[in-house]
């Protein structure tokens, strides 16, 4: 057995916060791009038009058979790949936090477009049908009566997700991004004090994701009396 | 486009490109497989013991999934292999770090001990438990009060019941979910390069660093994973029309 010494993570506490603060950073766009494009590409698998809803479900359906780790990995060689392709810079334009938000977006959008798709089907058919009666056009029918009340079914399913997500922000680790694990890691290399450091940042993600997950619960329940 | 450097000699194990990208995909089955055993059986226990009538295994169960469930596994992975070893008695974590053999003697030549194999079973293996055992329950609780009941009045004890009435009722309605939880172990045993253990994942970024040929070596890995989650899709959809219940229209397949 070893003798703990807890005071360095006083001693790393700002490495650490920087860490947790680019896990946030992370997490919080990617969670916007993730619903967004997510969102985008459920109406299009959706779409009455092969030519849309074929490329748009081969992607999710690629991006969902292979580990997240994989996908990180081909995003941070393609992105800087494509982006002096098309500004004609060199590599160096695009650093490893842009290369990694790129990643999370495109794996969470495939992610999220299920939880959308899902969302959608969960409507009656007679939602849109009236919407259309009354003379709205698609975009009307679709962001004013179908997704308004399919957001509002799938919201807790999205939040488990975004809990999900959270967690997964420590996987950047794999490209040597200095999130929360990441700061933890380096700190304990310099130190030797890897257990103490390992064992903080389990502890402050299971309090920061376990409360949120039955913030998540409760939430649903008060959504399911709504109803 | 170079794929006939996948066939090219690498510069260790004596085999090619392509063997690299074998002897990952054996360690992805490897890892993927002997964690789903533990994950099947550990979550089927645990799924059971979060329905049972008995205050103090339900409290356990629960807090077992809350636990596992609410950490990273990436974190779990660094707990199971950097810190178990220094946590438990000097001569147990020494023994796990030194003396566990070398994996270099079995075929599909490994560059990483037992000990990496075995912490990534085991992480991966007790962190899907705590995800089979939300569908087990969620499985046995949407069966109605009335199975159990009927049961007990026949006389049947507790631990009858849920062997005779409920459990082969709940397996077969939560295939589907359980389906992409399976699906999810061998995406997630890539974790595992994180702590040394070349699968598949590990592989493709070695021959992409070897070779520079990372859009090669890459799409070799992904085509490779789509053929995995391809075969257990048809296999478990085989299963699931095998087992159907008469009478259930494709129970749970909307979830």
Redesign the interface.
Known sequence: ??EFDWGVIWKYREALWDGMLTSLQLFAIALAGGIFFGTLLALARLAPWKLVSVPAAGFVN?IR??????AI??FY?LTPMIVSKFTGQQGEAVGPFTSAVVAFIMVESAYYSEIVRAGIQSIPRGQPAAAYALGLNYWQSMGQVVLPQAFRNMLPVMLTQAVILF??T??V??VALKDF?GAA?KAGQLTGR??EL??F??VV??IL??LA?HAVKRLQARLAVGR | MDWKVLLEQAPSGGMTYLGWLWSGLFWTLAVSLCAWVIAFSVGSVVGVARTVPLRVPRAIATAYVELFRNIPLLVQMFLWYFVMPEVVPKAWGDWLKQDMPNLLTLPFAAQFSLWEFTAAVLCLGLYTASRVAEQVRSGIQSLSVGQTNAGLAMGLTLPQVYRHVTLPMAYRIVIPPMTSEFLTIFKNSSTALTIGVLELTAQSRQISEYTFKTFEAFTAATLIYIVITMTVIFAMRALESRVAVPGYIAQGGGR
Do not use: R
């Not at chain 1, 058979?65 to 994989?70: K, T």
């Open positions: 057995m070893l690629l058979s292979i580990p997240f780790i994989m990995f081909w060689f967690q997964d420590s996987l680790y794999v694990l890691s890897i257990v390992y064992i940042v389990a993600f299971f994701c376990f997950s």
